[in-house]
């Protein structure tokens, strides 16, 4: 099975799109302050380190594509040890979009092309 099925460009797409997703949502879901300040951080979080990744989306060029894959590890790992946290944990509303925003990022990740580094190509 091919799990390379999308470019670093397409990633880093779906970041924004996820960082906006995880900004917006919780409010018009009706998440509790304190869910919401949560997904608000990985939000920024997500955001900030994926405008100076190296794709043709960036804002500018600086961190190179293993460091920004490795950084998503490090998010998916916050975000799977979050779902402990009572916000998450004991709201059923709040419980699923936290599931279901954990499988996109993780899909996003596993489904990238990460032997493709537009640095090395120029």
């Known amino acids: 099975m091919n799990t390379n099925l999308l ?3 397409m990633h880093g797409l779906n ?6 997703v995880l900004l917006v949502v ?20 997500l955001l900030g380190y994926n405008a100076f990744s190296d794709h043709s989306l960036a ?3 600086m961190i190179p594509t293993e ?3 490795k950084m998503d590890y490090a998010n998916l790992v916050g975000m799977a040890a979050t779902t402990l946290h ?18 996109v990022s993780t899909l996003n990740l596993w489904l990238t092309d990460r032997r493709t580094n537009p640095l090395r190509a120029k």
């Open 15 to 20: 970041d924004y799109l996820l960082s906006g």
């Open 26 to 45: 919780p409010p018009l879901l009706g998440f509790d302050k304190a869910s919401q300040q949560v997904y608000k951080g990985f939000s920024l979080n």
């Open 7 to 9: 470019s670093p460009k």
């Open 86 to 103: 009572p916000s998450v944990r004991q709201n059923k509303k709040v419980l699923l979009f936290h599931l279901g925003i954990l499988a």
């Open 59 to 61: 804002v500018k060029r």
């Open 67 to 69: 460091e920004h894959y």
